[in-house]
């Protein structure tokens, strides 16, 4: 393991993804070099966040602070990384946790950085990425499998390209709780572990054998595992087969309790989920007609790092997200380009007095310019709900769970009122200036309204904390009563929110 000194060596190549994984915590801290990415440092612990909830989906304090002490460890290993060069995501025990907001507000003060939940689907494509990337390039499609404490990642994919991404709820520490409570082990146990697990892959069976797949391979720690425990045991030479798992299943249902099992390749560490997640495989074997299978060691914070060189190199799968978005619903998207144009001129002048430096501002803004007008394909009446709820339920690929209710927020509150419960759904350290944001993104929406192609003339915009000025060019508000109007109405509603509205 590399010395701290080396690390601090080349601080401004380094880059680190975080995955606050159902099961395990990790972090991998990689170089990048000639634009490639080199691992120099690896850190998992179990934490078994997901064996932390309870009946009603609470997270308990213990599984919090095994988080939290886990976490302060890894801000040591990040100290001193610029921000961009940080990304930490949470998975499926924290988008189930009810709590889940509770926790991530002390974690984030732990850790020092923001923490995204990603939604399963997200998952799935941060797994292909890093699985792609660590791997030889094949002809053919590949399906990949990723078990984790609290879901189940499917993907088929071609090389970059994801065909199928599907998220299942199901896990090695989940149904390690449900099917074999306390550690005991039978036969009947695992027989109804299997069946759980053929019920949920029934959403995707008939889909995912029409796709079909050349290739099969596994990722993260319990694939890992499995694989280890078919060699060492002597049940395959290089990969799992299926007759090797079931090898491996008679041979862990010789054990009445987790504590018990002593098989070849198995940690301790491994012991009291090993039977959950080889009844999960076995489902997904005899589900999918799966042969063999082979281990891969990229996953979910491979694929982060892959993910972040990809948005520095101008590569932002969000960029194509939100184009998809507006072709599916038809957006007028020469009108929404003249309001992203309009919104991006005037954050460029208030940026520096609003502290809305950041490039990923300055994106959403973007990006909420350009879909805010999805909901038209529903209704014009109320449109703005209509597209704030498509943004926020519509699987984005790049966006986290955080991001798409920043953008929906943005676009639910465009025109009309302010709803200052909506803003507040929010973390609570991007709401000032998600409502800052919002007020440009108004302005701009209001001095488009006559959807004229004629160019605005160049205005100025000036902002204090709460007071915006707007100037345009002598007389040309008097040539433009309409456009005054709208101002007028909009500085009436931006005062109920608290924000006074100057025009002249």
């Given amino acids: 393991m590399p010395q701290d000194n080396a690390l601090v060596a080349s601080q401004d190549t380094l880059m680190?993804?975080?995955?606050?994984?159902?099961?395990?915590?990790?972090?991998?801290?990689?170089?990048?070099?000639?634009?490639?990415?080199?691992?120099?440092?690896?850190?998992?612990?179990?934490?078994?966040?997901?064996?932390?909830?309870?009946?009603?989906?609470?997270?308990?304090?213990?599984?919090?602070?095994?988080?939290l002490e886990c976490l302060q460890r890894f801000a040591e290993r990040i100290k001193g990384l610029p921000s961009g060069s940080v990304s930490a995501v949470?998975?499926?025990?924290?988008?189930?946790?009810?709590?889940?907001?509770?926790?991530?507000?002390?974690?984030?003060?732990?850790?020092?950085?923001?923490?995204?939940?990603?939604?399963?689907?997200?998952?799935?494509r941060l797994i292909h990425l890093g699985v792609e990337h660590t791997l030889a390039a094949e002809?053919?499609?590949?399906?990949?499998?990723?078990?984790?404490?609290?879901?189940?990642?499917?993907?088929?994919?071609?090389?970059?390209?994801?065909?199928?991404?599907?998220?299942?709820?199901?896990?090695?520490?989940?149904?390690s709780k449900r099917y074999f409570k306390d550690g005991i082990i039978s036969e009947k146990n695992f027989q109804l572990a299997v069946f759980g697990a053929l019920r949920e892959l029934l959403a995707i069976k008939r889909r995912y054998k029409r796709q079909g797949w050349q290739y099969c391979v596994g990722s993260s720690g319990t694939v890992?595992?499995?694989?280890?425990?078919?060699?060492?045991?002597?049940?395959?030479?290089?990969?799992?087969?299926?007759?090797?798992?079931?090898?491996?299943r008679e041979r862990i249902l010789e054990f009445s309790h987790s504590d018990e099992i002593c098989i070849p390749g198995i940690k301790d560490q491994r012991k009291a989920v090993i039977a959950a997640g080889v009844a999960i495989l076995s489902a997904a074997f005899e589900s999918l007609g799966i042969k063999e299978m082979h281990y891969s060691a990229g996953a979910l914070r491979e694929g982060l790092l892959y993910d972040m060189t990809g948005r520095l190199h101008h590569e932002d799968v969000r960029e194509r997200s939100i184009n998809a978005l507006m072709n599916r619903y038809h957006?007028?998207?020469?009108?929404?380009?003249?309001?992203?144009?309009?919104?991006?001129?005037?954050?460029?002048?208030?940026?520096?007095?609003?502290?809305?430096?950041?490039?990923?501002?300055?994106?959403?803004?973007?990006?909420?310019?350009?879909?805010y007008e999805t909901g038209l394909t529903i209704a014009h009446s109320q449109y703005h709900k209509h597209s704030a709820y498509l943004v926020l339920n519509s699987d984005l690929p790049g966006f986290s769970q955080q991001e798409q209710l920043q953008l929906a927020t943005l676009i639910r509150n465009h025109r009309r009122k302010f709803n200052d419960a909506e803003f507040s759904l929010l973390p609570k350290r991007e709401i000032s200036a998600t409502r800052k944001l919002c007020v440009l993104l108004r302005i701009a929406?209001?001095?488009?309204?006559?959807?004229?192609?004629?160019?605005?003339?160049?205005?100025?915009?000036?902002?204090?904390?709460?007071?915006?000025?707007?100037?345009?060019?002598?007389?040309?508000?008097?040539?433009?009563?309409?456009?005054?109007?709208?101002?007028?109405?909009?500085?009436?509603?931006?005062?109920?929110?608290?924000?006074?509205?100057?025009?002249?």
């Avoid at 801290?29 to 934490?47: C, F, H, Y």
């Avoid at 990642?153 to 299942?168: A, N």
């Avoid at 499995?226 to 799992?240: T, Y």
């Avoid at 205005?459 to 100037?471: A, G, H, K, M, P």
């Fill in 16 to 67: 680190a993804a975080i995955d606050l994984g159902s099961n395990s915590f990790h972090i991998v801290i990689a170089k990048l070099d000639q634009g490639e990415l080199l691992p120099i440092d690896v850190l998992s612990e179990k934490v078994q966040l997901a064996a932390g909830l309870d009946d009603n989906n609470i997270l308990s304090d213990e599984a919090q602070q095994r988080g």
């Fill in 90 to 124: 949470a998975t499926n025990a924290l988008r189930e946790a009810v709590n889940s907001q509770d926790f991530i507000v002390k974690a984030e003060s732990v850790l020092g950085r923001p923490i995204e939940v990603i939604a399963g689907i997200e998952e799935a």
């Fill in 139 to 175: 002809s053919g499609s590949r399906l990949i499998i990723d078990i984790g404490g609290g879901s189940t990642e499917f993907i088929i994919g071609e090389r970059f390209e994801p065909l199928e991404l599907e998220s299942l709820e199901m896990g090695c520490v989940s149904f």
């Fill in 224 to 248: 890992k595992a499995i694989q280890q425990a078919c060699i060492e045991s002597g049940f395959s030479e290089s990969a799992i087969t299926a007759k090797a798992l079931k090898n491996l």
């Fill in 331 to 371: 957006v007028d998207q020469e009108h929404a380009l003249r309001v992203e144009q309009t919104a991006l001129i005037a954050l460029t002048q208030v940026r520096n007095d609003w502290k809305l430096q950041d490039t990923e501002y300055q994106n959403m803004l973007s990006w909420a310019a350009r879909s």
């Fill in 445 to 504: 929406i209001v001095l488009h309204r006559s959807r004229s192609k004629e160019r605005l003339p160049a205005f100025t915009i000036t902002v204090s904390e709460n007071t915006v000025s707007l100037s345009f060019p002598d007389n040309w508000l008097s040539y433009h009563p309409l456009t005054r109007a709208d101002l007028e109405q909009e500085a009436a509603y931006l005062a109920t929110a608290g924000t006074l509205l100057n025009i002249s």
